[in-house]
């Protein structure tokens, strides 16, 4: 038992500590206070089973810090020190829950009765205890039913009909942990992690169970209102987001069920948490997420699909950096989408290595050593358990592909891109031609043909386009006699207002100025008009 003993006079506090064998009795003083208001403070950092203090203290007296800790920590026993002219505070203390008083000046020959007294209680109050969490335990894993715990609390005398509420914490990156660390280590990593919850939660959990094969505890917590027990869950989280352990050694996602009322609903809020739980891998820092907040879409085939696709357009530039952004645009998704599932993970990257390896393929590159490798590093990355990771190391290959593509000195576009321009060249008299024709003529994806379209000709797609036509409408304005409604209309052009305006735009003067003025010029003599 771990013992704090609060008294506004020194030596009474260190006479207490040193002068009573608190080893015989199993227990150990952990703190001191000189007032209440310190004892408060210390005794939810400690959290000690018993409590040893004086009535008459300055700041917060002795009464009222015992109400404050019976009040968060209903199982702390509470021994008052007091003298004869302050025993009706003494009377009152033992009414709201104190377990014994001791009159001052103080007779330590007194102490031993009471603090063996103590002990059993403690004893008493551990095993009724473990047997609620082991009927707790049994009815969220439907080992038990919810009537059959009933009766049972009837019997501690504990209230039947509570409000209850589920914290699922989920240990990140455990998959990982578990592949460098021994079972012994594990366990270890484990129990330090129980124990620093059990210290967060302080006393007011029915039930803290872990769970060793997937690095998660279960924690239920049960009051008599709604109220206390949202309470009780704000104060637990509170303490879990000071602990810098928590958000440094043990980076976790807290899942919070709903609060519900009655022992039927123990199975259902449990379910909750662990449909929370499956969005784990998404995060890589503490999160907290309460069952109503969760984002419950399903996951769909086609939005795989549609992901995997525009990862591929991204990959037909071999530019890293575009290809880096596409990927974290895809992360974002996928977190903001709620298709969260650790299948729905795994699915996509399974999809995205098959959707490299095809582009590798399309583009004809020769690149046998750098595919073996690649898929060498799949199993690795299919078995971790948060997305940033698998994104990391898909981004970490996809930057080595791209510099050994880079370091081939033909572009794998150049003969995609030189189809491109041949279709246009052919057809661009048609007012119809547009990005998306030409891009479907080239199986790429419009938004991706741009960006590889000006990387390999050095011009946007529509000014390529824009002087190609202008080059034909020069050649007709010099060499036909053709209007330039019709000379508008075939180089693709349903304006000629339009065309004229872009004519005058690429060369400085507009179609009739240009040919007046070409008509003028020695025959034989070609002007050259610079563009703007």
């Not at 974290?328 to 795994?346: A, D, F, K």
């Not at 995205?352 to 583009?363: A, D, N």
């Not at 960006?451 to 304005?477: C, N, P, W």
Request: glycine share 6%; hydrophobic share 40%; with cysteine.
């Amino acid at each position: 038992m771990k013992v704090m003993i609060v008294d506004d006079e020194y030596l009474i506090r260190e006479g207490l500590k040193n002068a009573i064998p608190w080893k015989d009795y199993d227990m150990e003083v952990v703190a001191t206070a000189e007032n209440g208001e310190e004892g408060l403070a210390m005794a939810r950092e400690c959290r000690p089973n018993l409590v040893v203090t004086d009535i008459c203290m300055p700041f917060i007296d002795g009464l009222e810090m015992s109400e404050a800790l019976l009040k968060d920590y209903p199982d702390t026993i509470l021994i008052i020190l007091t003298c004869y002219d302050e025993f009706e505070y003494a009377r009152k203390a033992l009414k709201f829950g104190a377990f014994d008083y001791v009159l001052k000046p103080v007779d330590l020959n007194v102490f031993p009765e009471i603090l063996e007294r103590a002990r059993k209680k403690h004893q008493l109050l551990w095993q009724k205890h473990s047997n609620l969490s082991a009927m707790l335990s049994n009815v969220i894993h439907g080992r038990e039913d919810a009537g059959a715990l009933r009766r049972n609390l009837e019997t501690l005398g504990q209230g039947e009909n509570l409000v209850y509420c589920c914290l699922l914490f989920k240990l990140l990156g455990f998959g990982y942990a578990q592949s460098i660390l021994s079972s012994e280590e594990l366990r270890a990593f484990l129990r330090q992690f129980s124990e620093l919850l059990e210290e967060c939660c302080g006393g007011r959990e029915l039930l803290l169970e872990g769970q060793e094969e997937d690095g998660r505890c279960v924690v239920i917590l049960g009051g008599e209102s709604r109220e206390a027990v949202e309470q009780m869950v704000e104060q637990i989280c509170q303490s879990v987001r000071r602990q810098a352990r928590i958000r440094d050694d043990y980076p976790l996602l807290c899942a919070i069920s709903d609060e519900r009322q009655g022992e039927e609903s123990l199975a259902a809020i449990y379910r909750q948490c662990k449909e929370i739980a499956q969005v784990a891998f998404l995060y890589d820092h503490t999160k907290f997420i309460h069952y109503s907040d969760l984002d419950r879409q399903e996951a769909r085939s086609e939005d795989i699909t549609n992901m995997v696709e525009a990862f591929s357009d991204a990959l037909r530039t071999f530019d890293n950096p575009t290809i880096q952004a596409k990927l974290r645009e895809i992360c974002g998704n996928i977190r903001g989408s709620g298709q969260g599932s650790m299948l729905y993970g795994h699915v996509f990257v399974a999809t995205v290595f098959s959707g490299i390896l095809k582009v590798i393929g399309e583009m004809g590159v020769e690149l046998e050593a750098f595919g073996e490798e690649f898929m060498a590093e799949y199993p690795s990355i299919i078995r971790m358990d948060n997305l940033s990771g698998q994104m990391q190391k898909i981004g970490d290959l996809v930057e080595r592909l791209c510099r050994l593509i880079q370091s081939n000195k033909s572009s794998p576009h150049a003969a995609i891109m030189q189809k491109a321009r041949s279709f246009m060249d052919s057809n661009y008299g048609d007012s119809t031609l547009s990005l998306q024709r030409v891009s479907a003529e080239v199986h790429m994806s419009p938004s991706y043909f741009s960006i590889v379209f000006k990387q390999t000709v050095g011009r946007s797609f529509i000014t390529y386009l824009t002087d190609l036509r202008m080059e034909q409408a020069r050649h007709l304005l010099r060499n036909t006699d053709q209007k330039v409604y019709e000379i508008s209309y075939a180089v693709g052009y349903d304006n000629a207002t339009y065309f004229s305006t872009l004519f005058k735009k690429s060369f400085g003067m507009g179609p009739l100025e240009y040919r007046q003025q070409f008509a003028a010029e020695a025959p034989g003599e070609t002007r050259q008009c610079e563009k703007k």
